[in-house]
């Protein structure tokens, strides 16, 4: 015979650990990439911008002219970060319209679900990112 407060427990237990297993469905997934997708491509534009619109001479003072290169030169990364992670999402968004989402591109293995979550562009498994050291 199992008392109330056994039954009140198990009852909480069971409750948690339906919401520690609860899943982003793929419509949430999509919603996360469609997001962060649109966030990057308006913060890219902005560094575009800057980066191709100017049209301001080089300064002839060489201190000055080796600080302009440098921020340059951070403008170009993030510029291309940005290009690339904005990349990565469609890609994933191709991948979840083809129902392949969840299938690591290297051995065909399932993605974990939290790795997916955490990472939800990623195309890779955890063992196949490790070993490509990414
Ligand atoms: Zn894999």
Redesign the pocket.
Known sequence: MISDQKRIFLLYKEAIQRELNRTMSTDEIRETLLNKRAELLSRVERTSKHLYKRDKPVSPIFSEQSVEMESRELIYRLDGEGKGEIRRIDKALQRLDSGTYEI??????E?AKNRLEALPDTD??????NLEGG
Do not use: R
């Open positions: 690591c591109e290297s051995c065909g293995e993605i890779k498994c955890i063992d196949c990112a």
